[in-house]
């Protein structure tokens, strides 16, 4: 029986609860490129125009709810034998809401706000503007306290003890693109540890995977937690 259980999550986990993904056509990345709103460039040239589209997905973000899937994994975490540790690539808080209370957001929090003149964080507003003023040092420097392409994800030599010390290492609902946590399957495999893959369709790593399922997070997520808490 796996001891420990590292299980890292991606938009296919929260596509279900109403929260799309990068590659969703006619959602919210095709009307705002990624280079416009998601980088730090993006929101030096246009910081209006980043904030609007962070308005729009805190305000999705807070209308969505967890789906089955984010109450399964807060259910194998609250009755797992062993540890378990969600290291999430979303910026929502729906493992959170779920009841999932070990979770890493390597890319930041939607829900909340960062002083770019300080770095001090606190919970945002649903909107925010180039006029929302930091509560510690009172500077109009505000943006969403999310990671940005081309910045250093959050946590990261946590994240790396966690998968030092997993025994089961389960990717759920990534693409399997996106770098550092594209890379993590290769980390625990070097030493040994077994993994698995749930996704909709194999995604570009899978192979990399010992094991890999297929179908809706919704089916797939719960029906795994099930077997694993059934075990003697």
Not at 17 to 31: A, E, Q, V
Not at 195 to 200: D, G
Request: with cysteine.
């Amino acid at each position: 029986m796996a001891d420990k259980i590292v299980i890292l999550t991606g938009a296919g986990l929260s596509a279900e609860s109403g929260l799309g993904t990068f590659r969703d056509k006619g959602g919210l990345w095709d009307k705002f490129p990624l280079e416009e709103v998601a980088t730090p460039e993006g929101f030096a040239a246009n910081p209006t125009r980043v904030h609007d589209f962070y308005n729009l997905r805190r305000g999705l973000c807070m209308d969505a709810a967890p789906n089955a899937a984010h109450a399964a994994l807060a259910e194998l975490e609250a009755r797992w034998a062993g540890e378990v540790v969600t290291i999430t690539q979303n910026v929502d808080d729906l493992h959170e809401r779920a009841g999932s209370h070990a979770v890493i957001h390597m890319h930041g929090e939607l829900l909340q706000a960062l002083c770019g003149a300080c770095g001090h964080r606190w919970e945002a507003p649903r909107e925010m503007s180039t006029l929302t003023e930091c509560p510690a040092c009172g500077a109009a420097a505000a943006r969403p306290d999310v990671v940005w392409f081309g910045e250093i994800p959050y946590q990261m030599d946590e994240i790396f003890t966690h998968l030092e010390e997993a025994d089961l290492f389960v990717a759920i609902g990534t693409s399997g693109t996106v770098y550092p946590a594209a890379g993590f399957v290769a980390e625990v495999r070097a030493r040994g540890c077994a993994t698995l893959e749930i996704n909709l369709e194999p995604s570009d790593g899978a192979a990399a995977f010992d094991d890999q399922r297929q179908g809706k997070a919704t089916d797939a997520v719960p029906a795994w937690v099930s077997e694993m808490l059934a075990r003697p």
